[in-house]
Nanobody, 111 residues
Framework: QVRLVESGGGLVQPGGSLRLSCADS????????MAWYRQAPGKERELVAN???????NYADFVKGRFTISRDSAKNTLFLQMNSLKPEDTAVYYC?????WGQGTQVTVSL
């Protein structure tokens, strides 16, 4: 079974940092663009950032300058480094490649 497994979410204070990871359990997605999405309560799922197999990146305006997407192809892992977190970043964060989604990891930014 093809799986993407996220980890690294949690509770953090405003201004803090978290690093999310997404493991590609069967090394299926190495040639493809991978992405992070998020979904806050009552809102639609939205793109946070994506990265091509060559390493080209694209970010939503609301995270530019704060978040960094990267991938380690040798380890089949996708990352999202999140700095200067704000309460409005609170959401479930999902890893995506093609039509495959991870189970999501909760990020909560609060005092």
């Amino acid at each position: 079974q093809v799986r993407l497994v996220e980890s690294g979410g949690g509770l953090v204070q405003p201004g803090g940092s978290l690093r999310l990871s997404c493991a590609d359990s069967r090394s299926i997605f190495r040639p493809f663009t991978m992405a992070w999405y998020r979904q806050a309560p009552g809102k639609e799922r939205e793109l946070v950032a994506n990265i091509t197999s060559e390493g080209s990146t694209n970010y939503a305006d609301f995270v530019k300058g704060r978040f960094t997407i990267s991938r380690d192809s040798a380890k089949n892992t996708l990352f999202l480094q999140m700095n200067s977190l704000k309460p409005e970043d609170t959401a479930v964060y999902y890893c995506n490649a093609l039509k495959t989604w991870g189970q999501g990891t909760q990020v909560t930014v609060s005092l």
